[in-house]
């Protein structure tokens, strides 16, 4: 079965393989090499700039626990912008915390944009953070990341938390440019992996405020894993076997080993840029294939994001076209939570290529006609 549903998502056989390989001891030798291979591929992944003084982390945790996790490194009064299931989850977490939380709510399939951030940050605030899902996998929305940076220049001692769980290795992600004081994602999306770890990172001046702060946990302490994975000194026993599935899965998109044959021969940050390159056109030929069906995307067409489409599903029984795809040998999502049967995603993402696309879609062509509501 092909796997095209918005994560977990199609994971190349030789990094299966890597978890296969013996176990090492988690305070050896070999435990500190496994840890350097995996820094430079995660800076260009959340996209460090030369010289950054920002700081890349692996944690053993999932990426909802870091969303707890970073929240616990900032002070109480939270900004947090909501246009969907994970956005919204992110707000609940904040208030379980005991956070003095603000929401921003837009509607699912819209994206908070300069004048809206920069307006509640000025008659709302002052805040401590402002959290944000850059790729709302529920709704497919992508929010872009230049206007929030903008805004957020009006408020400059308000730290900027960031969800890019499925947009990191499927977007540029520009950290330091876009001013990003915390990024987050797990690895199961456009990185292409199995489940389980999270990856990080961190601003100096984040890093530098959450030592002076009481945080009110031990394993999801976000200074205590960064500054473990930094000292190549993990707080507690790491799931070795996916930290070497990541540094194999590092180490081949930098190379180019992971890109289509029109882009091989590129390396280093031209590499990960062929990379969202490639999404990009997926995106864009998903698109295509849906609108020539009568298929809207449910978010506007600029907000689309390029590792998931999320499509309106007006006269077809969602259901149905899923499982007449699993037939064929292809999976794809239902819409989530309050989108459910009302719309369909397709995850194009991580090492799927174009050809595959086809594939799929050359079956959704199929089988459209028998997935139809009758009158």
Known sequence: MKLWIPGPTHVRPEVLAEQSAPLIGHRSKAMIELLERIDPGLRLAFGLEPGSTSTVAVGNHSATAMMEGSLLGVGPRVLAIVNGSFSKRWAEIAKLLGKDVTVLDFAWGQAVGEAELAEALKSKGPFDAVTLVVCETSTGVLTPLAPVAKAMQTSPHTKLLVDVVSAIAGVALDFDRH???????????????????????ASKR????????KRASWYLDPVRTIDGHV??????????TLYRALARQL????????LPARDQGKSGAA???ARFEKHARM???????AIGHGLDPFPAEALSAPTVSCLKAEGLDVARLIDALKKRGHEIG????KLK???????HMGDHDEAGLEDLLASADAVLDEARVRG
Do not use: H, M
């Open 334 to 337: 239902n819409g989530y939570d």
């Open 251 to 258: 180490e081949d998109i930098t190379s180019g080993k992971t």
């Open 271 to 273: 590499a990960w840029t």
């Open 231 to 240: 000292e190549r000194k993990t707080p507690a026993t790491p799931v070795v």
């Open 179 to 201: 001013r990003i004081d915390f990024a987050l994602a797990g690895v199961n999306k456009a990185l292409a992996l199995p489940p389980g770890i999270t990856v990080v990172c």
């Open 283 to 289: 995106r864009a030929r998903t698109l295509q294939w």
């Open 341 to 347: 049967g009302l719309t369909f995603r397709i995850g």
């Open 206 to 213: 984040y890093l530098d405020d959450a030592r002076a702060t």
